[in-house]
C-alpha cells in the first residue's frame, strides 16, 4: 500500500538566498500595496454610482482592504524575523507530497518521522 507523506523543503540561509527571500517579501508588499490602492479606486467609483448603497460599498471594500493589510502587516513582520536570523539556519519554505511505500512488518515510529529536503542556494544539499 502507498500513502501520501508531506514533507518540508528547508532552505538554508545563505546572503543570496536571503536577498532572494527578501526581493519576493518586497515584491508580495507592493502588489498587496497596490491592490489596496486598486480598490480603493474601485470604492470611490462606486459610491458615486446611483442605485447602490454606500454603506454597504464600504463595508465590503473595508474589509477586503483590511485583509490586504494584515497581509502587509505580516509581510513586514517576516522580513524583521529575516534581518534577525543568522547565515546558516534552516527555514521552511515550502512543503511537497511523496508517495511512501507501506508494508506489512515495517516499523511504523520509522516510517513517520520527520523527513525533510534540505536546499542550499537551489541545489538539495541533503534528504533526511
Known sequence: MKII?????????????KTKIENQFHKHKVQLEQECQQLQFEQRK??????????DVTK?????????KD????????????DILPLGSEITEDEVEALVEVNEGL???????????????????RIK
Open 5 to 17: 507523506q508531506k514533507i518540508p523543503i528547508k532552505q538554508v540561509l545563505t546572503e543570496s538566498s
Open 46 to 55: 462606486l459610491q458615486h454610482k446611483s442605485g447602490v448603497s454606500k454603506e
Open 60 to 68: 465590503r471594500f473595508h474589509a477586503e482592504i483590511s485583509k490586504r
Open 71 to 82: 497581509k502587509i502587516k505580516w509581510i513586514d513582520f517576516q522580513i524583521e524575523q529575516l
Open 107 to 125: 516499523n511504523w515510529d520509522e516510517l513517520m518521522k520527520e523527513r525533510a529536503i534540505i536546499v542550499k542556494d537551489g541545489t538539495v544539499i
